[in-house]
């Protein structure tokens, strides 16, 4: 049983609502979040590490931002908020 403090994480599919494009990509990530209660957006490496964090709003649909810093590799974005945690994976070139 979880504890009142813990967060299920969901991890989407590719196939599910939350889909990163381009994926893989060099430069740009971009989601469309529809409706959603998310708050924060994290970037966290395959090692949990959270590289960066992005706070967003609840009216916001598209989430963009530049990647181009980071290492070739495979990255989570981490969405957060309503008592959720959901998750999906790209690959930066």
Same mark, same amino acid.
């Given at each position: 049983m &979880?504890? #009142? #403090? *813990?967060?299920?994480? %969901?991890?989407e599919p590719l196939s599910g609502t939350l889909k990163p494009y381009p994926n893989p990509t060099t430069g740009n990530i971009t &989601? *469309?979040?529809? &409706?959603h209660n998310y708050q924060w957006i994290n970037l966290v490496d395959l090692n949990g590490r959270?590289?960066?964090r992005w706070?967003?709003?609840k009216g916001e649909t598209r989430f963009t931002?530049? %990647? #181009?810093?980071l290492e070739s590799g495979t990255y989570i974005l981490r969405l957060e908020?309503?008592?959720e945690v959901?998750? %999906?994976q790209f690959i930066k070139m």
């Open positions: &979880m504890a #009142s #403090s *813990e967060k299920r994480i %969901v991890y &989601m *469309e979040l529809g &409706m959270v590289i960066r706070a967003t709003n931002k530049n %990647v #181009s810093f908020g309503g008592g959901k998750a %999906v």
